[in-house]
């Protein structure tokens, strides 16, 4: 029997490994205070506890890292990354998404619900294994390698351009393959827009990179992306997990999500008020 093995970096940029539907290992998280999951949650600390029961939570209810995954979603959030991208899927700014999914790998999504489901309520993948129940769901013609479950941005992108895409946007996590998708040389007419999410304890040199090449950044627990904004007076929206603009078209992306869901637009007020962010911040 081949072997079911996923491996999540989840609330408080903690390790866990799930393997045939069972929570097998739980690391030591960094962050102690999420005003995110205390809110959903009423967590006042991150424990590792916590941790577990919340991933199993997240196995129940949609079926994460098992053949009984559900891809399709409602917003989770009012105003998350998978949220921002839904809507500016619908309103014709993007046409592609390329993103990843437990069991699946690196995908390409072109269905709203697809987007929110997929990408609404898990954290940073770090490697999966194939469950063909959760490929057949997503569409196997969406999959970069079903036969693997493969993560790589760079040939996600690849064959969202080969489909003839020509607004992609990337969900991506701090790490070397930003700069290369940043220096991909691309096909005229074709745009590339980086999202970046679980930024918590990024390294200053992750989020320069960041800086110099994506649209939006997720502040998570980064006290580096958070001075980075600063320095940078970026337009952000967030009072608890700022989402930060770093280009016109990032903030674009947002803007247009805030007016859907009837909120103030982006803004450029610093210095934040942190006294309900993630604590600590690292």
């Known amino acids: 029997m081949a072997k079911d093995y996923h491996v999540i970096e989840a609330l408080g940029k903690t390790e866990v490994v799930i393997e ?5 290992s739980v690391g030591e998280p960094l962050v ?9 949650d009423g967590a006042e600390h991150l424990t590792k506890d916590f ?3 919340n991933m ?38 993007i046409d592609c998404v ?18 929110q489901g997929v990408g609404g309520r898990v954290s940073a993948l770090i490697s999966t294994t ?7 769901r997503v569409g196997i013609e969406n999959v970069l390698n079903p036969e693997t479950a493969d993560l790589d941005p760079i040939k996600g992108l690849e064959m969202a351009i080969e489909r003839g895409y020509k607004n992609i946007a990337i969900t991506i996590l701090p790490s070397k393959s930003i700069e290369e998708i940043g220096q991909y040389t691309l096909p005229d007419g074709v745009n590339t827009y980086m999202f970046v999410a679980h930024t918590t304890n990024a390294s200053l040199k992750e989020v320069e990179t960041a800086f110099k090449y994506c649209e939006v950044i997720t502040a998570c627990s980064s006290k580096n992306v958070r001075d ?11 009072s608890k997990i700022p989402i930060i603009a770093i280009t016109e078209k990032g903030k674009e992306f947002l803007d247009n999500r805030l007016e859907k869901i009837g909120k103030p637009r982006t803004i450029n007020d610093y210095p934040m008020n942190k006294d309900e962010h993630s604590k600590p911040l690292i």
């Open 20 to 24: 045939n539907g069972e929570v097998t």
């Open 32 to 40: 102690d205070f999420c005003p995110i999951f205390y809110k959903i």
């Open 51 to 53: 941790i577990k029961w």
């Open 56 to 93: 199993e939570k997240r196995i129940r209810e949609f079926g994460m890292c098992t053949p009984q995954r559900v891809v399709k979603m409602e917003d989770f959030m009012s105003f998350g990354i998978s949220e921002i991208l839904r809507t500016n899927l619908e309103l014709g700014l």
């Open 98 to 115: 390329v993103g990843v999914c437990e069991g699946v790998g690196t995908l390409l999504m072109t269905d709203p619900e697809i987007i």
């Open 130 to 136: 194939p469950i063909p129940e959760v490929i057949e």
């Open 228 to 238: 980075y904004a600063e320095k940078e007076k970026s337009y952000y929206s967030g």
